[in-house]
C-alpha cells in the first residue's frame, strides 16, 4: 500500500496496518511503513484520540509512540495542521516532498545526547548495585536513591518516586495531574517530548515566555489568568534556550502564585540533574511543586531512571497511576545511580563534563555572534538559531553533512523560524567549531538579506 503525498490515512485502516495496542508495536510499525515509502511525506494521520480507540488502546500509548516518532524525525506535528509524516532529509523517494542532501549527513545534533567520551565508567557502580538490588523500593523508589537525592535537593521533599526515563516520569505526571482537556501553563518554546504529552492529553495549551532568567512573570500571570490545572517549565538549562531559574525570578513567580486564586500543580523539570542544580520554587510553595528530574545527561541514556520529588498529594496521584500502568523504576538500575551519586571522584567526572559542555555551547555561540548571528540557547545544551525559513535551512545544513531539528517542533512559532542545534557533542577543535558555525551563517543567509530588502 502506498498513500500518495498531501492525503490522509483514517483511524480504521491505521490500525489495521498496525494491528497491536502496544506503544513499542505502535512505534516500530509506523516507523517501518514510513521507512518502506508506504506513508509518503505529507500524509496527514488520524488524531491520537482516534487511533488509541481504533485500537482499543490508551491515549497514553499512542501518544508516547507520536513521540518517539517524532524525536526520530519521522512525523511532525502542527498545532493547527495535525500530525503529518515528516518531509525528511536523509532519504530518497519518487515524492517531490523529500530531499536528498548532496552529502550523507555525518554530524547528528538534532538532540542533546550525551557525549560517550564524558561519561563516568558504570564498572564498579553496577557491580556495587548488584550487591543490594534485593533491598525492596519504599513507593516506587529505592531507599539509597531516596537518601542521595534529598541531600542533593535545596528543599525537602514530602515523597519521591523514580520512573524509567524523562518521557515515563512526565508522561506520569501530566496524566496524573492534568485532565483530558485541561489547561497547562507551558514555556514556549520548549522540548519536543513535553509538547506531545501535552498534546496527548487534548491540553489547551497557555504560553509562558523565559529570559534567562526563567519564565517572565507578566507571562506567568497571563497563563495564570487562564485557571491552568498545570504549570510546567524547566528550571535549569531549559531546552532549547538554556534559562536557568534565578532566586529573584523565582521569589516574584512564588509571589505571582501566592496572590492567585488559582492552585495549579507546578511541575519544575531539571534536564540537568547530576550537574548543577537550580533554585526551587519548592522552597517556597513545597505543597504545590513536584521538582522532575532527569540524569540521562550526566551519566548516560542506559541508566533509564528519573525521579519525582515533591508535594505528597500529587506524588500520591502519580504513584498510583504507576502502578496501574506498570511503569515502575528499575531497582537495579536506581541502586547503581545511587552509587555514582555518592562518589566523590564521579562527583569530579561530572563536573568536568558539565564545564565541557558549557565550554562548547559557549563556542558555538561566540562563532554564531562574530559571523552576526544573535542566537540563544546561553547556559544549556542547544544554540537556537533564527532563520529565514526552516525547511531551508535544514537542507543547506544537511547539505554541510549537519542533521538539526525544526524549531518549529519545539513551539509555535511566536518567535519566528528557528532551528535547535545541540551544542553536547560539538568538536573541541576551534576549526570544527567554526564549520558548524559556518554552515549555520550559510543556512541563515536568507533571513539577513530579507531584512536588508
Known sequence: MTIASDTAIDAAELARLIGSPRADDIRRTIGTLIEAGDLVPGTKLPTIRDVAAALETSVGAVADAWAELRRGGLLDTRRRGGTTVAVRLDRSSGSSATFAPSTPAVVDLGRAGADPALLPDLSS???????????????????????????????????????????????????????????????????????????????????ISSDAEG?????????????????????????????????????????????????????????????????????????????????????????????????TEAIEAISSLQASEGAKGNPFLQHTLAVLLGDPDVDLLVSSAATTYDRRNRALLEALSSRGIAAGGSGGSFAWVPVADERDALLVLASHGISASPGARSGFGTAGPHVRIATTRLPDDEAGVAAVADALASAAARQFAAEEE
Do not use: Y
Open 125 to 207: 557502580a553496577l557491580l556495587s548495585a548488584s550487591a543490594s538490588v534485593l533491598t525492596a523500593p519504599v513507593l516506587g523508589i529505592a531507599p539509597a536513591l531516596g537518601a542521595a537525592l534529598t541531600s542533593r535537593l535545596s528543599f525537602e521533599p514530602a515523597l519521591l518516586i523514580a520512573a524509567p526515563g524523562m518521557h515515563s516520569a512526565m508522561h506520569l505526571a501530566v496524566t496524573a495531574l492534568l485532565p483530558v482537556g485541561g489547561t497547562a501553563a507551558v514555556e514556549d518554546p520548549t522540548c519536543i517530548r513535553n509538547l506531545a504529552i501535552l498534546r496527548g492529553r487534548d491540553a489547551r495549551l497557555a504560553l
Open 215 to 311: 519564565p517572565s512573570p507578566d507571562s506567568f500571570a497571563a497563563a495564570l489568568a487562564q485557571s491552568p490545572s498545570i504549570v510546567t517549565f524547566q528550571s535549569n538549562a531549559a531546552v532549547p534556550l538554556g534559562s536557568t531559574l534565578t532566586e529573584r525570578r523565582r521569589d516574584a513567580l512564588a509571589a505571582l502564585l501566592q496572590a492567585s486564586d488559582v492552585r495549579p500543580w507546578i511541575l519544575e523539570e531539571d534536564p540537568a540533574g547530576g550537574f548543577a542544580s537550580s533554585p526551587s520554587l519548592a522552597e517556597v510553595l513545597p505543597d504545590r511543586v513536584i521538582r522532575v528530574i532527569d540524569f540521562a545527561r550526566a551519566f548516560g541514556p542506559g541508566l533509564q531512571t528519573a525521579v519525582l520529588a515533591g508535594a
